[in-house]
């Protein structure tokens, strides 16, 4: 499992070597797209600005009350069964809601207990696998008109359970 | 739903504060986070940026395009309803290149087209397809390979090596989708017989 871990420092250096050396081979103007898309990023980066700012306001609010640390302290008799930090639970519970409110609570996370921390990786690698499920279901149904969804809900809950239990397995295995 | 989720979060957490004696660390917090929204959002604006401009050099050498077609026999076997030379499948498969490769803003309008596409073949029925239910328990299951804004995250938040969880992150997020592709599958069939 060690590979794992390994693999991770290489992973973002090939790409930009396969990318741009791909890019020179054919002979692409590879530094003006770059610049192009850089663009486009900043402009989203700008978009989600406000947003970030509000939530993040918000969940400090809840952090300085202490109602946060209410919720896991209440959550931590079941968390522990499962050997999951109770902290942790509404971030995931969140993150089914609304994915920059997650964000914002991940931040929490990550000043309250830094980002190596176990809690920290943790909720990074189960915020990179799970998916904001309602919104997503009411943007995407509502296009096509669809009122009965069937079972997209119980897949989506399945995924995303599976997606929790699994991050929580390897941290476990991997001793990260 | 975000209105509420907003409002319930800042009424909630200010009478707790107010009964717990801590309304001067609501009055800080509320100003320095407001602050420390903007400090990470200029983390936020190189990664993303950098992420961003090397996505447009790789859609320069055709490399969405060639994806996009290593994809299209994946689709028939979890789509098996749409004909196989519908337009749709060509959405379909820009729209998960897109989420894998992080560029949530592309994927969305594609996905969209997909979905107005999928009810037309549904005859615009108020009951979603199978084939309707597949595809957004995919796309919820999460297919981002590289989550570049949680690295930006870790990075900002002085993580000793931001990116060294991409390795298990990668595994899981393909372990969800695999559980996702599964339950669709299976799903289907149960549907199918009654």
């Known amino acids: ?176 | 739903m975000i209105n509420y989720l907003w409002a319930f979060m800042i009424i909630i957490g200010i009478v707790y504060g107010a009964f717990t004696g801590k309304m001067g660390d609501i009055s800080t917090t509320t100003i320095s986070s407001a602050k420390e929204a903007v400090t990470l959002c200029i983390t936020m604006l190189g990664v993303m940026s950098l992420w961003m401009g090397l996505m447009e050099v790789a859609r320069g050498i055709g490399l969405m395009d060639q994806l996009t077609r290593k994809l299209r026999p994946l689709l028939k076997v979890l789509f098996p309803d749409i004909p196989k030379e519908h337009i749709v499948n060509e959405y379909i498969a820009s729209n998960m290149i897109a989420n894998i490769l992080g560029l949530g803003w592309a994927a969305t309008p594609v996905g969209l087209k997909a979905m107005k596409e999928l009810a037309t073949l549904n005859k615009n029925s108020k009951i979603a397809s199978c084939d309707m239910c597949t595809f957004l328990i995919i796309n919820i299951s999460s297919l981002q390979l590289i989550p570049v804004n949680i690295i930006a995250y870790r990075s900002q938040y002085g993580a000793a090596n931001p990116s060294d969880i991409l390795g298990v992150s990668i595994l899981v997020t393909l372990c969800s989708t695999l559980v996702g592709v599964a339950f669709s599958i299976i799903a289907r069939k149960l549907s199918k017989k009654s």
């Open chain 1, 1 to 176: 499992m060690k590979f794992v871990v390994y693999l991770s420092d290489y992973i973002i250096p090939l790409l930009f070597f396969y990318i741009i050396g791909m890019g020179i081979l054919m002979k692409r103007p590879v530094y003006d797209d770059f610049i192009k898309g850089a663009k486009e990023g900043f402009q989203v980066v700008l978009g989600i600005m406000p947003t970030l700012i509000g939530l993040m306001v918000a969940i400090g609010i809840l952090r300085a009350s202490g109602v946060l640390l209410l919720i896991s302290n209440s959550l931590e008799g079941i968390t522990s069964i499962f050997q999951f930090p109770s902290e942790i639970v509404p971030l995931v519970i969140i993150k089914m809601f609304s994915s920059s409110a997650a964000t914002s609570l991940l931040l929490d996370l990550f000043k309250e207990f830094g980002p190596d921390s176990y809690i920290g990786r943790l909720s990074s690698i189960i915020m990179s696998c799970t998916e904001t499920i309602f919104y997503t279901m009411a943007v995407y149904y509502m296009t096509a008109g669809v009122k009965k969804t069937r079972y997209t809900l119980a897949g989506a809950l399945v995924a995303t359970i599976a997606g929790v239990i699994i991050s929580t397995l390897f941290m476990g295995f991997m001793k990260l």
